[in-house]
């Protein structure tokens, strides 16, 4: 069993930057996959990121691509998204997730693990 912590997020303006963090316990996860999904108030989970195991490749959605960096520390057994250029429209509560399975994917029944999700919000 994995469990996910979740950290960072908060209240920013738009154009300010923001990191996210994803701790995960239990096991290593140097080979499992990661992503980052969210969630705005009345809308679907939507895919932001993806990074494979091992950090060989990774996956963006477009309306983040250049703006967002997802990243894994296995050495930390922790999984990032790095957010500049922060828009309103990226507001909402951001979730990692991780599979088991190397490839990056983008649906959420992919992914076997979730963290409690943390809250962004953006001003204008």
């Known amino acids: 069993q994995v469990h996910l912590v979740q950290s960072g997020g908060g209240l920013v303006q738009a154009g300010d930057s923001l990191r996210l963090s994803c701790t995960a316990s239990?096991?290593?996860?140097?080979?499992?996959?990661m992503a980052w999904f969210r969630q705005a108030p009345g809308k679907e989970r939507e895919f932001v990121a993806s990074?494979?195991?091992?950090?060989?490749?990774?996956d963006y959605a477009d309306s983040v691509k250049g703006r967002f960096t997802i990243s894994k520390d296995d050495a930390k057994n922790t999984g990032y998204l790095h957010m500049n250029s922060l828009k309103p429209e990226d507001a909402a509560t951001y979730y990692c997730?991780?599979?088991?399975?190397?490839?990056?994917?983008?649906?959420?029944?992919?992914?076997?693990?979730w963290g409690q999700g943390t809250q962004v919000t953006v001003s204008s």
């Open positions: 997730a991780l599979r088991w399975a190397i490839p990056t994917g983008r649906l959420v029944n992919e992914y076997n693990f």
């Open positions: 239990g096991r290593t996860i140097s080979a499992n996959a």
């Open positions: 990074i494979s195991g091992f950090g060989h490749n990774t």
